[in-house]
């Protein structure tokens, strides 16, 4: 049986949000536009068929529910090193009023960036959090919206980013990087025979090269394929270790 997780992405179609210190506050104000605002929606409808695909039946989305949040996304928060984010504290109204009995697993953020914001990353993760009613959380600015259309697998990156909720949660139930690699090691290979993506060579060589995708690495990691730095044997999520969630689920 699939490990199943209970999904919810808000959307911020605006954002009028301010950053910064104290002396130099400042405001990231922008709205989405409708060709955005639909690429977006087809991204998040390809994740569930994604996540069934790539772990080989391991683990299910189901529900995702889509929400468009009516209000202007109002503040970041800062994570350091002078980059921002648009995280729990930020999101509280919604996340108080749709999370609050425990029914998601994961929720993503989605919201417009001006552009001058140093962001954490192309997206920032947490693993399961009280702050999101004990879901993992994601936040991604919608800016890289114009560039998945040329993208072999755009919902990559949101893949991504919902792995690393998975892997925060299962570190806190014990699987240690010995079990299971650490989501940015893509340095490593394939169990797989060589004639099948990554076709014999490491998961970012194939990746820069020319694929351009990270579907394999994903593949592997979600079904513990991927070949241990000594060569002997492969880890990941085997079902064994998706099974352990079982013990820690909501009813």
Not at 111 to 118: A, E, F, L, N, Q
Not at 171 to 178: A, I, K, N, T
Request: one cysteine or more; charged letters at 25%.
């Amino acid at each position: 049986m699939p490990q199943v997780f209970r999904a919810l992405a808000l959307i911020y179609p605006a954002a009028n949000a301010r950053w910064g210190t104290r002396v130099l506050r400042r405001k990231s104000a922008r709205v989405m536009t409708r060709p955005e605002r639909d690429a977006i929606h087809d991204i998040l409808a390809r994740i569930p068929a994604a996540i069934r695909e790539w772990s080989e039946g391991n683990a299910e989305m189901a529900p995702l529910d889509i929400v468009a949040v009516r209000r202007p996304l109002a503040s970041l928060t800062h994570v350091g090193g002078g980059r921002w984010w648009a995280g729990p504290r930020d999101c509280r109204q919604e996340l108080r009023e749709l999370t609050a009995d425990g029914q998601y697993d994961s929720v993503f953020v989605l919201w417009p960036s001006d552009g001058k914001v140093d962001h954490c990353g192309w997206g920032c993760t947490i693993g399961p959090t009280p702050d999101a009613g004990g879901a993992g959380f994601s936040s991604i600015p919608s800016d890289h919206w114009g560039t998945l259309a040329t993208d072999p697998d755009p919902e990559q990156g949101y893949v991504h980013e919902w792995l690393h909720q998975v892997e925060g949660l299962y570190r806190s139930l014990g699987v240690g990087e010995d079990e299971l690699p650490g989501l940015h090691d893509a340095h490593l290979s394939s169990c797989r025979d060589a004639a099948v993506a990554p076709f014999g060579q490491p998961y970012n060589v194939h990746h820069d090269g020319g694929a351009r995708t990270w579907r394999p690495w994903y593949r592997d990691w979600m079904t513990g394929q991927v070949r241990r730095p000594d060569g002997k044997g492969c880890f990941g999520l085997t079902p064994e270790r998706w099974a352990l969630r079982g013990r820690d689920r909501r009813s």
